[in-house]
């Protein structure tokens, strides 16, 4: 697996973990310090989360939030 898939899946685990569901909302840090205790670098989970917005699976919410617009794949 290349690194992108590989943050993908720690990110997509992190947020199924914390029973994330279609139109909640989560504070990033949420799910940034763990990854980033994890060794993944805060570039890589960005990388994953704007492709996941472009793919419209999630949207950036104000107060350093993100929303889940879809279940997550």
Known sequence: MSRFED???ALTEKLRALKVKPD????????????????????EMMAVLYALEQD???AFAPGNRLRLLKPLP
């Open 56 to 58: 419209k699976i999630v």
């Open 7 to 9: 943050t993908e899946a």
């Open 24 to 43: 909640m909302t989560i504070n990033l840090s949420a799910i940034g310090v763990p990854l980033s205790a994890a060794g993944l670098l805060q570039k």
